[in-house]
């Protein structure tokens, strides 16, 4: 999961986790930028370095957190990897580590993707995936791809030896169908332009995408007619009657009196300048709704939670994500238009492969405008376009 | 207002000659970048001789900027009023240039090409994550010594913490204190297998391990990359030092940028606290995206009351088609009211014209078509739930500000109103310029 700074990808990350578990899977969600993320929206103390189990769901689902810390992964890896435990602690006294994870930080991304790639690639005993699902709170957009494609740079680094291969294998798993990379953005034009320019750069490095999640949807709580109504109108005449006639109107509804400098006569001019910006606003939503569009991208949309994300809001989100799976598919975390199985990949953790979301539903523009709005105004645009 | 900070006052930091760096920095998507260009226009436009350095502006920002170009160096922007005698130059910041260039400026010509021509110094200085910030206070530094601006506004990068780049020069520092760098170095100072037996049993265990983990190749690379570094390090470390010292100055001023939302303001609350630790001045907080209401006075649960009063009424009358809406009968207002709240409103150009024929209907038979008892009131709920919505959120986002004025009073805050979009020409960055200097608290 990626998405410009300030689109809520670490609060998607967590809800896609949860939405996944809540069908019975078992869900790692892997935090990687050192700043507890997650202990927040589970509202629990900060995670240490290791997997602990932070939901459960209805039908034996589970989410368990990790958030990486750059120099312990550092030593992990390097015991796992290539057996040098004492080695890597000498490592350690002599600044190396320091150096790896901070001052070349490339080393540090290498890390981070390889602890992820180990964990999709976990299995217990029999022989199973440990976790059915990863999902990774990935850094934002802007250096997603850099940041996934790091191995392919170090494998190019080092020719041979064991990082080469570590590298070339992590590669393997993050190119293949099992990995999708959603994107998250704002119907705001910087992020949505930051997706479409991350998109292009992930499928020129031939890395697999995902959805687009658009996050913080705000209600547009004017029709059509009175969206047009409140931004349109021009002349001083039809102003001085609208103003009179929504003055009367909120008088009537027990607002104060109707008559100029009255209480309720001196609400209709903020109340119109409010209705002149949200009509503005729904405007440029439109437009980038489309950009998003043109993308040829599944699209989700989660609404604003106008009360800030709390935990009852996370599982809302998450619900919310299910719902818009299409019915009968079982892998929303597999929101990949074309997800061919990859039989090169005999290590990794089986995933349901037979996921087609092509007949996805690519947002419609009427429909999802709609979506908010009272049954009355939708006739009453509809009106409209009849007078017109 | 429940809880009140000193005003941040923009323009006699701005206009007080004494400052020389203004540094933006704050949580990405706070509007960092349109603060710095707009601090920059208005500091021109007041007769500074100013430099924007940013980051990763947006490109429509970017343009109207008349940045098209990444070439490291600033251009001057056009357009911007220099009646007070100031200028404007920004420049975005291309880190490997600024890498190579740094690398030039400290070596030999021999040397400078072995280090560029290095695959480990490639792939370093093409930007590997982090780099940025290393780059940002190098470049900082440079447009500090080339003493051409007596002000530069500091965009900072877009970090996984906006606490990075302050920690990017120390970190440097201690890398190249650390043995690590001199343990690196030693095989290839001495030369390969010979020098070898004069390293200690850890040492040689250690490049032992190194060529292990790394593949002999690289670690090769590696050395030769540190080796040929090591002259210039010291010059390197020096900068770092004195770009450190140039922002604990006097004449630096350091403005933490937010949105007042939880995450923003929690990164921002830390930033004051991290600042205060490393004796950086701090001149204030600057709360982007604040919503206000000209209709404060009216509450949210006031508003969804009367909405739905007036969404019964309307759905009573549409009941009962035909029948007049008796309760709306006062005498037409003869007064046409100000034009301008909806002047200016041709951005929805669907519906234009025919809007207004069917809401009049109490006062205006005459366009009655029959199809829209009622319409006036929906019109008015809508807007009813659109202010309470407005409140509700203006009430969040007080309670956000409020925890934060709570735990550090003493900052000084300057609000600008959201926006519908985003700013992208220099007219919008005067705008906000204006708004960051009157001070007003936010209200629509």
Known sequence: ?388 | MSLESPLLEIDPLLDDRKTRIVVCCGSGGVGKTTTAAALGVRAAERGRTAVVLTIDPARRLAQSMGLTELDNTPREVAGIDRSAGGSLHAMMLDMKRTFDEVVVQHSDPERARGILENPFYQSLSAGFAGTQEYMAMEKLGQLRAQDAWDLIIVDTPPSRSALDFLDAPKRLGSFLDGRFIKLLMAPAKVGGRAGVKFLNIGMSMMTGTLSKVMGAGLLRDVQTFVAAMDTMFGGFRTRADATYRLLQAPGTAFLVVAAPERDALREAAYFVERLADEDMPLAGLVLNRVHGSGAAQLTAERALAAAEALEDYAAENAAEDGTEGAAVDAAPDPDGGPAENLAGGGIVDHGAGNADSRQHRPDSTDEDDGTGTGDTERLAAGLLRLHAERMQVVARERRTRDRFVSVHPEVPMVDVTALPGDVHDLEGLRAIGQELAEGQPAAA
């Not at chain 1, 939670?305 to 975390?333: C, E, F, N």
């Open chain 1, 1 to 388: 999961m990626t998405g410009k700074g300030g689109t809520g990808k670490t609060t998607v990350a967590a809800a896609l986790a949860l939405a996944l578990a809540a069908e019975g899977r078992r869900v790692l969600l892997v935090e990687v930028e050192e700043r507890q993320g997650i202990a927040q929206l589970f509202e629990t103390e900060a995670l240490p370095y290791e997997e602990r189990r932070i939901a459960s769901a209805s039908g034996g689902g589970e989410v368990h957190a990790l958030a990486i810390d750059a120099e312990l992964a550092m030593l992990d890896y390097l015991d796992l990897f290539y057996k040098l435990g004492r080695a890597g602690r000498a490592l350690k006294k002599l600044g190396a580590i320091d150096f790896a994870t901070t001052v070349a930080p490339g080393i540090r991304d290498v890390l981070l993707t390889g602890k992820v790639c180990e964990a999709v690639r976990r299995k217990d005993k029999a022989g199973w995936p440990v976790y059915d699902a990863v999902v990774l709170d990935a850094p934002p957009t802007g250096r997603i791809t850099r940041f996934l494609n790091v191995n392919d740079e170090v494998a190019g680094l080092a020719k041979m030896g064991p990082i080469h291969k570590q590298a070339q294998s992590v590669m393997r798993v993050l190119k293949s169908s099992q990995t999708a990379i959603h994107l998250v953005t704002l119907l705001e034009e910087m992020p949505v332009q930051e997706t479409m320019d991350g998109v292009a750069e992930l499928r020129a490095a031939g890395l697999p995408v995902g959805a687009v999640i658009v996050n913080m949807v705000r209600p547009v709580l004017l029709g059509d007619g009175d969206l047009a109504k409140a931004a349109a109108d021009r002349s001083a005449v039809a102003v001085g009657k609208r103003r009179t006639a929504v003055a009367k109107a909120l008088s009537q509804a027990g607002l104060g009196g109707a008559r100029r400098g009255g209480v309720a006569e001196r609400l209709v001019d903020p109340l119109l300048a409010q209705a002149h910006e949200h009509a503005q606003r729904v405007v440029l939503e439109r437009e980038q709704r489309a950009e998003i569009a043109a993308l040829g991208l599944p699209v989700r949309e989660l609404d604003l939670l106008s009360d800030g994300v709390d935990l009852g809001g996370l599982y809302r989100l998450a619900d919310s994500l299910r719902k818009q799976a299409v019915p009968g598919i079982t892998y929303p975390a597999a929101l990949v238009p074309d997800a061919q199985a990859d039989d090169a990949l005999d290590d990794d953790v089986e995933v349901d492969e037979d996921v087609d979301v092509a007949a996805d539903d690519i947002l419609d523009d009427d429909v999802d405008v709609d979506m908010h709005v009272p049954d009355e105004d939708v006739a009453d645009s509809a009106a409209d376009d009849e007078d017109a």
